[in-house]
């Protein structure tokens, strides 16, 4: 008889949708032991404290989080690295007998971990400095389209026109592998073998969404998000990945265009609304992604809704709870939802303080 699959619980939508909070609530009316392993390309850095929305302290001491502040921010992190840090984190929390629930809405992280990423070529940087040349040229443009058209049709096909920054890189792939990057693609192997996924996806209203979305990004800013981006610029320069954040960006625009400080201060309304609306398009991306994503179980509410939990933690009760947990049950019976959280084995991470409460992933 085949050993059953290992469960991984997962829930994912789009930034502000109330995850982590959610993520807690199921951890500790499970029932049985929960370590949650963040997927969230800012939240991995230290020092990307507001502008990540990282996990409250009461939060940390609810349940075990990883991949929470463990890199330096000027150490690039690409999703194949996260999908290796990643299983690496699970493995352990298998050891210690509980389950682990990524959390998060870095959809290529989520897709790395989950499917696994392809082996593909390593930059050329001049190549891809010479492609990205061309790009920027009215003539050019086209002629990499109809290039990428011949080399590899399906990515042509599968990648939106605007999307140069993906389009650039499949065409690249293409002239040095000297295969079409969807070719590559298909070979990919998942980092966890032996992993039944079962996988929640929140989508709140629209308009509710718009709502909390301006209610966090200006509770950033009143939480000092200007002087944590100027911190990690004055620290870091333009080495640190997170400048390209959903909100350290448009800060480091004003900073750029002002070269004052105070200037960038006295803006800070302008930048706010600045991000709000880069936000909202952000959300609106990853309701895109997540809905090519396959086997999700969505539901139509915010990760607070008061009815979010319960469905969440019978879907993952019916479809997810190992057979040993059932069996360990009387005959007959369930792991009640309200069951009290059952003490987690291996140390609690340290809690990272955080002084604000938004989520600003990269575009």
């Known amino acids: 008889m085949p050993e059953p699959l290992t469960p991984i619980l997962g829930i994912v939508g789009p930034t502000a949708s109330g995850k982590t909070g959610l993520a807690v609530r199921v951890a500790e ?73 990524v959390v998060g809405g870095s959809g290529l992280y989520f897709r790395a971990l989950r499917d696994g990423v392809f082996d ?68 990919r192997s998942p980092r966890l073998g032996g992993a039944h996924w079962t996988v929640v996806a929140l989508d709140p209203p629209r308009d509710e969404l718009a709502a909390r979305i301006a209610r966090r990004v200006r509770a950033m800013f009143a939480a000092g998000f200007i002087e944590e981006a100027l911190r990690l610029h004055d620290r870091h320069g333009d080495a640190w990945p997170g400048r390209r954040a959903i909100g350290y960006r448009e800060i480091l625009a004003e900073l750029a265009d002002t070269g004052d400080p105070a200037a960038v201060r006295n803006r800070r309304q302008e930048i706010a609304s600045r991000v709000i609306a880069a936000t909202r398009r952000y959300a609106k991306r990853q309701r895109t992604w997540f809905r090519a994503e396959r086997e999700l179980r969505w539901l139509p509410l915010a990760g607070d809704a008061p009815e979010a939990s319960r469905k969440t933690c019978e879907h993952f009760l019916a479809a997810a709870l190992p057979a040993r947990a059932r069996h360990d049950s009387p005959a007959g019976a369930t792991v009640p939802v309200s069951a009290a959280p059952v003490p987690r084995s291996g140390p609690v991470p340290t809690p990272v303080p955080r002084s604000g409460p938004v989520p600003t992933p990269f575009p």
């Open 29 to 101: 009316r499970a029932g049985f032991p929960i370590e949650v392993v963040s997927c969230d390309a800012c939240q991995i850095y230290r020092g990307l404290d507001i502008g990540a929305g990282k996990p409250e302290p009461e939060e940390l001491d609810a349940a075990p989080h990883h991949l929470v502040g463990v890199l330096d921010p000027d150490d690039p992190c690409s999703a194949g690295r996260f999908a290796t840090l990643a299983a690496e984190a699970i493995a352990g929390i298998r050891r210690r007998g509980a389950i682990p629930l």
């Open 120 to 187: 593909g070529p390593p930059v050329d940087p001049t190549l891809r400095a010479r492609l990205r040349r061309l790009d920027r040229h009215r003539r050019g443009r086209p002629r990499l389209d109809r290039l990428l058209a011949r080399l590899d049709p399906a990515a042509e096909r599968r990648i939106h026109p605007n999307d140069r920054v993906r389009r650039l890189r499949a065409l690249e792939v293409a002239l040095l592998a000297g295969e079409p990057i969807s070719s590559l693609r298909i070979r």
